[in-house]
């Protein structure tokens, strides 16, 4: 086992420490510039979503029956006009069937769906409706009317209607009512039958008595969202399905909650460049580490100016993996990097150390990538995970160093000759 002069040491340690500080303004360079085309990402999917149609929301169905004022009400409100009442549905379903597809601008990839809706149930109508009906208008809401396709069907108590005015985020259309419903107890059905376009994510708004949604698509990452979660949910490679069941007693005010799906494409490239440089110093420190043990091991010197080169190559990498993660499949990409890296570095060491123990350091460089890559993959244990391979890292460094001894101080012969 070699030999070394403890002040040497100890300052080579303190310049290897400095250098990795140093390295950390070139990591939030790259950082910085992650977020840059993030945002460049985000300002695309605005753009077409603005031309596809924003994320959807769907609120009601209502039935509202307007009467005259009387003219105790006109003198009491100094008004004229009508008097409004909204009715919502006793029982509310909607089946939604979506299929997405993947919009190309520039070199980004946009996820947006089409979906085909049905809401059907019923209206029970209460003895004060009587006074009503100058003027009965369904509607419905929608967040965005633009990404509307084709006609919007609707049939309420057995009559037909084609609805054509719509504004304010809203499917508006009068309606004719049997008076004979009113005070019943007798249940009207309606069915709205449309297609509509959107982006990110499709939700509903909990206005039945009891409302179900069934909900099925082909989007391989949905993530379900908002105030209730599906009761039951099937996620296949192909798809998924999925059910919901909120009722008034759970619900609270039903404009104030919502439910639902996100329609995404799981992780994006940039998250997971983000996490990625977020281990850039763990690959530094332990390379730099590695290569201290080869120099005190194997004694050869390796200069502050070579790990200055060695850890901007290691910088770089994540540079090269931002740029090819948008060309091309994350895996694919970081298999491209972090193959580049490892070659590259494996024949700097060669020509610094000029022995096997080069190869054993470019080896290291390959694993600490794929480590990091499956720390990447395990989301939930990632921490737990990482932190075992420091532990190991670090018992391996307490073996090889294990019998390091400092050098002997000179005699006094040997310091005058």
Request: glycine share 8%; charged share 20%; proline share 3%.
């Amino acid at each position: 086992m070699a030999t070394f002069s403890s002040d040497k040491l100890i300052w080579k340690i303190l310049l290897m420490a400095a250098l990795s500080l140093l390295l950390l303004i070139p990591l939030s360079l790259i950082r910085e510039l992650i977020r840059e085309r993030q945002g460049n990402a985000d300002e695309t999917l605005r753009e077409v979503s603005g031309s596809w149609g924003w994320e959807q929301t769907l609120s009601g169905p209502q039935v509202q029956l307007f009467r005259e004022r009387t003219e105790q009400e006109k003198k009491e409100k100094n008004e004229d006009g009508l008097v409004s009442m909204s009715i919502y549905p006793d029982r509310l379903s909607y089946d939604v069937d979506t299929r997405t597809q993947n919009l190309h601008r520039a070199i980004y990839e946009i996820m947006v769906y089409t979906a085909d809706i049905t809401a059907s149930g019923s209206f029970l109508f209460p003895e004060q409706c009587r006074d009503y009906g100058a003027k009965t208008v369904f509607s419905l809401g929608l967040n965005d009317l633009r990404g509307i396709e084709g006609a919007v069907n609707l049939s309420v108590g057995g009559r037909e209607y084609s609805i054509t005015e719509g504004g304010n985020g809203q499917f508006r259309q009068q309606i004719e009512l049997d008076p004979a419903c009113f005070g019943s107890g007798q249940a009207v059905p309606f069915e709205i039958r449309f297609r509509t376009r959107g982006s990110q994510g499709l939700y509903f708004k909990p206005y039945g008595a009891v409302t179900e949604v069934h909900l099925r698509g082909d989007c391989p990452a949905p993530s379900f969202d908002g105030d209730f979660l599906p009761a039951e949910r099937d996620l296949r490679d192909d798809g998924f399905s999925a059910s919901w069941t909120v009722s008034a007693i759970n619900r609270g005010r039903p404009e104030e909650k919502r439910f639902g799906v996100k329609l995404l494409q799981g992780v994006s490239q940039y998250q997971q460049t983000t996490r990625s440089a977020k281990y850039g110093l763990l690959v530094i420190l332990l390379v730099f580490v590695a290569g201290l043990a080869v120099e005190l091991v194997g004694k050869k010197s390796i200069h502050i100016i070579q790990y200055l080169v060695i850890g901007l190559s290691l910088v770089l990498f994540y540079a090269l993996l931002l740029s090819f993660s948008e060309l091309m499949a994350f895996w694919l990409a970081y298999l491209l990097a972090a193959g580049m890296t490892t070659a590259a570095l494996t024949g700097y060491f060669r020509g610094i150390l000029k022995n096997r123990t080069a190869w054993l350091l470019g080896a290291l460089v390959a694993i600490a990538y794929i480590v990091c890559y499956i720390l990447l993959q395990m989301e939930t244990y990632a921490l737990v995970a990482g932190t075992l391979v420091l532990f190991v890292i670090l018992v391996g460094i307490m073996y090889f160093t294990r019998d390091l001894r400092p050098a002997a101080p000179a005699s006094p012969q040997e310091a005058q000759e």
